[in-house]
């Protein structure tokens, strides 16, 4: 079992940058491949970014490709997200998940552990 805590959310104008972090409790970490998923208000829960456990495989939401970046530091038990060039509509709260699927999937029921959720307002 995995626990997930989530850090570095605030309020930021448009075209600003925050990075994310997301600490993973346990040993066991290099197991699992991460995900980050957000939801705004009145929407679902949409995938934004996940990174494959040797963190040569990403891959992102269209919506924030080339803007954002993923990557993990297995020595410390922790995924990142860059966030640049945020725009009001990237608001939302960010969740930080840790999956065991042998398969990379965005599908949020693949994903066994989920942090709490750090809040991100970009400002216009």
């Known amino acids: 079992q995995v626990q997930l805590v989530e850090s570095g959310g605030g309020l930021v104008q448009a075209g600003g940058s925050l990075r994310l972090s997301c600490a993973a409790s346990g040993r066991t970490f290099s197991r699992y491949f991460m995900g980050w998923f957000r939801q705004a208000p009145g929407k679902e829960r949409e995938f934004v970014s996940y990174?494959?456990?040797?963190?040569?495989?990403?891959r992102y939401a269209d919506s924030v490709k080339g803007r954002f970046t993923i990557s993990r530091d297995d020595a410390k038990n922790t995924v990142y997200l860059q966030m640049n060039s945020l725009k009001p509509e990237d608001t939302a709260v960010y969740y930080c998940a840790a999956s065991t699927s042998l398969v990379l999937t965005t599908e949020p029921s693949k994903f066994n552990y989920w942090g709490q959720g750090t809040q991100v307002t970009v400002s216009s």
């Open positions: 990174i494959g456990r040797s963190g040569i495989n990403t």
